[in-house]
T-cell receptor
């Protein structure tokens, strides 16, 4: 099966600019996650979707981050305005749901200068 | 090239030796654990998982051991190969039902010396 697709692979922006990332999960996977991975750390959950509904966004900095999964398939994550500390790899993952492990995409590496 | 995890705990092993990577988890209610391998520039890749009703699970060249008493998890890699060089993360699911969010540890960088 095809993996989790993410784009772009790399993005460099100036602080206070906006940026958007896109994710297409594995076909049939109802659950979609966005994780932030800062250099030297493990991934940290930002938001979890079940189909097109939000299950958990308690760790999402809602003053600047937003995410949507309108049709329950692909998803976008937006940052507006970006800060220097947002520099990280943004990983998308999907799963069939329940207590199953995830499949991760390759991520988008964001550098804010 | 890219560097992931400049300040991670590190483990260096000789090719052909066995590797043991350790992880302490935080939530005694966690019932599901996964080991992931992350190569530079890639997302984490599933290696092996274990549920809390088990102490040991074996895969191909890998074994995961779970000690719930001390909240400790380990990954053993037999006959380590250069392709095993990567950062290894343990992850726990602290929820017994419902949401299956995973919480990741800091990671360990494994370097295999040819």
């Amino acid at each position: 099966e095809a993996g989790v697709a993410q784009s772009p692979r790399y993005k460099i922006i100036e602080k206070r600019q906006s940026v958007a990332f896109w994710c297409n999960p594995i076909s049939g996977h109802a659950t979609l996650y966005w994780y932030q991975q800062i250099l030297g750390q493990g991934p940290k959950l930002l938001i979890q979707f079940q189909n097109n509904g939000v299950v958990d966004d308690s760790q999402l900095p809602k003053d600047r981050f937003s995410a949507e999964r309108l049709k329950g398939v692909d998803s976008t994550l937006k940052i507006q305005p970006a800060k220097l500390e947002d520099s990280a790899v943004y990983l998308c993952a999907s799963s069939r749901g329940g207590s199953y492990g995830y499949t991760f995409g390759s991520g988008t590496r964001l550098t804010v200068v | 090239g890219e560097s992931v995890g400049l300040h991670l705990p590190t483990l260096s092993v000789q090719e052909g030796d066995n590797s043991i990577i350790n992880c302490a988890y935080s939530n005694s209610a966690s019932d599901y654990f996964i080991w992931y391998k992350q190569e530079s520039g890639k997302g984490p890749q599933f290696i092996i998982d274990i549920r809390s009703n088990m102490d040991k699970r074996q895969g191909q060249r890998v074994t995961v051991l779970l000690n719930k008493t001390v909240k400790h998890l380990s990954l053993q890699i037999a006959a380590t190969q250069p392709g095993d060089s990567a950062v290894y993360f343990c992850a726990e699911n602290p929820y017994q039902t419902g949401a299956n969010n995973l919480f990741f540890g800091t990671g360990t960088r494994l370097t295999v010396i040819p």
